[in-house]
């Protein structure tokens, strides 16, 4: 299978988040897919600690999945070199029903676009004295046969010897920058080669006469015989020039394919040309788009891991191509317009489904990637802790700590001590490191969520982040926000929250004079012990 498949979780990655897409793109690439782990965010302390251990690198950064023109079914390799004839631009036009064609260097850079309307506008008005083209380009156009060849490149007046001979002699001086079209006047074609023009073209495919051609030769001068009169050579011999040569700088409009395709179609509406030339970065042109091509669009594939919620996800996920979505939260708000394969079970990790769907495939799991699903699993259980482990999460997680050889217990240890350190970041940053939006019909607010071993180094200056947290919500227009200090050891949370939330945390927890930095023994987890209790206050 070609088409790429993104693989991503949630915005502000966590550990379960990272490692459950690279696991499961590890899987679809076995399989046979060919798909690509992304992060939507700057990966934490902790999942940069679990990458560096199992020697992965951090997945790529995907800013959005909107739809971009090298997504559209344009004419890709659709172009024309600047030294093909005119009459090459207009039948490649004419035989690939189109109107327009861009033309490009000799390292396929572009040039301009030239259209049918620029080639028949040049037909009526054109200069059909002189020639600039190379001599293939003239025994293409003419059907013509080469007698001599000195030239790569014919550029000259052209001359037809319409008159007789003695007239002709008497009116037309011929020079080396002539180009003459001639039948069988012997006297004006040894005038010719002795004069030493740049080129002879024979009509009628008569012949030369060897003395003739031996003084051609002598002085290098260029010929070719046509089956073409004179008439015919003369009507078409303007159609052998460079397509260079008609370029104006009126089309130099093109669009790179890497631009959105929303964009696009403001651009458009305002040009409204028919013909656009797409180009990289590096003005390398990649081919042509009709205005008419724009109803093909091949979207982005996506697969989901670890959300199912619009906010949560990636920039432009309404224009991407849902296929799959794996995950251990709530249902959300993620709609898609044919079936999808949607796996959602209440276990702690996203990494145990992807377990299953291993055993399920029968696709062995090497150590490295066991490693990255076990740390998923253990930061997002809390070491099988939080009340969202189940029995499968367990047993999981023995499971792949034989396939990773390691000792769980103390490397979850090493790897929340990592992971949890505060050590150069602002307040700000703690904040948001993972900070989720949710919503009820009438109401919004966002959860903030700190595992740390260095709570009283928050709880010291809980007046700031009480300040920072209110400033999110006025700035969100958010109706509360709260942030859960939770002590990883002692297996409870500090609740700082904004004052408009205490009234609800007070309803949905039974808590009498709520202060800021609220002990909430046992409470770990914001998904179950946290979230779910609010959405039943907020009904």
Known sequence: MNDKIYIFGHKNPDTDTVTSAIALSYLKNKLGFNSEPYVLGEVNLETKYVLDYFKIKVPKYL????????????????????HASILEAYTYMTDHNITGIPVVGDNNEFLSLITAKVIAKYLINGDYKTLKTSYDNLLKTLDAVKITKFDEEIEGNIIAAAYRSTTFMELVNLTSNDILIVGDRHSIIENAVEKGVKLIIIVGELDIKPHHLEIAKKNKVNIIKTKYDTFTTAKRIGLSSYIENLITEDRMFTLDQNDYFDDFLITSSKLKFNNYPIIDKNNICKGLIRITDISEKNRKKVILVDHNEIEQ???????????????????????????????????????????????ENN?????????????GILSDT????????????KEVVNN???????????????????GTSLKGLSKN?????????FHTEEYSFAVGQILTLDYEDILKEKEDYVKIISEIAENKELNFVLLAVTDIINNGSYILYTEDAKKYLEAAFNIENLSQGYYMEGVVSRKKQIVPYLMDILK
Do not use: C, W
């Open 429 to 437: 940053e703690i904040v948001n490191t993972d900070l989720k939006t």
């Open 363 to 375: 696709i062995e799991i090497p150590k490295e990637i066991a490693g990255l699903m076990i740390s």
């Open 63 to 82: 800013n959005d999945v909107k739809l971009q023109m090298k997504d559209l079914n344009y004419h890709k390799n659709y172009f024309i070199n600047h």
């Open 400 to 418: 792949l700590a034989k396939i990773a050889q390691i000792d769980y217990k103390k490397y979850a240890m090493d790897m929340f001590k990592a």
């Open 313 to 359: 996800s990636v920039i432009g996920l309404d224009e991407a191509e849902i296929l799959e979505v794996v995950d251990h939260h709530k249902i959300g708000d993620i709609s898609t317009k044919n079936p999808i394969n949607f796996r959602n079970m209440s276990v702690g990790s996203t990494n145990t489904i992807i377990y299953k769907l291993f055993q």
């Open 382 to 393: 809390l070491v099988l802790t939080s009340p969202t482990t189940t029995e499968v999460d």
